[in-house]
């Protein structure tokens, strides 16, 4: 039988927080995986460990345990759960299954020196090898301040570890952190990709546009919380280098992986204009790519011809769609694209793909 643990009125967060610190140090911990999908290879690749804990049949998630747990328990669940995560990576090695894993870093680790060395005494203990473990440090929890953080990452990299920025868009100093920090990789949040109270063509954007940004600046780009598979046909239009969500695979067991992962196929690429959200992404693609320099490829023959095979690589071969790729490059030549003629062409054209 379950025991009930809550921090709901009439139960002291004092005797929460044991109970939870109790259950840890029981071995109640049990990682679960969620995987990544390489997106150019249509294959996953990476695995992200996520943390639970279990009382009976009941599985508790993060949000309901780490509120409660102090300094000392969060450094005991890192320990155990990279015991853990690592242990299982070697036993999908045994059957052939050769996956990077990434477990969650708090950024607090940054000045607590015990992380480092739990760290490194995991890769003596179960052999990691360079490139086999990514450390995903929280964007939602502020960077501790005067600390050397360049030397504290560098020290991780020199076990061979990689690092990520997690939950990119929540806040804390974005932009900074990538600028002045050394991260392999960046996850773009799952509010980011949310479209289930946005519309995609507000959505889309903002995730084209943090992907171009990580890129130039060297890192690999995931986006979290992909619900919708056909989300997925624009993210390889962007160039988006992995995803994560429901829409893949929702967290599993070790013990689960091996089968799911051998009864799953991914394709490598979409059809053009698979999809409503990969049509969208290639306009987005398409404009970015005209307004480099509108002026002469609306202005000659030549230029509009170029243009317009542009959008035909990818618009529906249709009598409404046709008429509105028409309008609107008659207002892109006529007009410019920044006009309000543009922008009304350009509404038409998303109606009609």
């Known amino acids: ?37 390489d997106l150019r290879a249509g294959r996953v690749t990476k695995v992200e460990a996520l943390a639970r804990l279990r009382d009976g049949d009941v599985l508790f998630a993060p949000g309901q345990f780490l509120p409660s747990l102090g300094n000392d328990d969060h450094l005991e669940l890192y320990r155990r759960g990279l015991a853990q995560v690592l242990t299982q990576r070697n036993a999908w090695r045994r059957i052939g299954i050769d996956i990077v894993v990434s477990v969650n870093l708090p950024p607090t680790a940054l000045c607590d020196p015990r992380y480092f060395d739990a760290t490194r005494a995991a890769f003596d203990e179960f052999g990691c090898e360079t490139g086999e473990l990514m450390l995903e440090i929280l964007e939602s929890g502020a960077l501790p ?89 624009a993210l390889r239009v962007f160039g988006v280098d992995l995803a994560q969500g429901y829409g893949i695979a929702r967290p599993m067991s070790g013990e689960q992986f091996p089968e799911w992962i051998a009864q799953t196929h991914f394709e490598p690429s979409c059809a053009a204009g698979a ?40 618009l529906p071969d249709d009598g409404p769609s046709t008429q509105a790729r028409d309008g609107l490059l008659d207002a892109a030549r006529d007009s410019g694209v920044h006009s309000v003629a543009y922008r009304a062409a350009r509404q038409r054209l998303m109606a009609a793909m």
């Open 1 to 37: 039988m379950s025991r009930s643990i809550s921090t709901e009125s009439g139960v002291a967060p004092r005797a929460a927080h044991q109970r939870w610190a109790e259950m840890l140090r029981e071995d109640a911990l049990c990682m679960h995986y969620q995987p990544l999908l």
């Open 145 to 233: 301040q005067g600390v050397e953080l360049d030397q504290q990452i560098a020290g991780y990299k020199t076990l061979g570890v990689d690092l990520a920025q997690d939950d990119l868009g929540t806040g804390h100093s974005s932009l900074s952190r990538l600028r002045e920090l050394p991260f392999d990789c960046l996850k773009i949040d799952r509010s980011i990709a949310d479209l289930h109270d946005h519309d995609a063509a507000d959505v889309l954007p903002f995730i084209h546009h943090l992907t171009r940004l990580g890129q130039a600046l060297g890192k690999a780009v995931v986006v979290e919380g992909v619900e919708d598979p056909e989300l997925l046909d």
């Open 275 to 314: 999809s409503r959200y990969a049509r969208l992404a290639h306009l987005m693609v398409w404009e970015e790519r005209m307004l480099a320099d509108a002026h002469l490829r609306t202005r000659s023959a030549a230029g509009q011809r170029d243009v317009q095979a542009g959008i035909d690589a990818w």
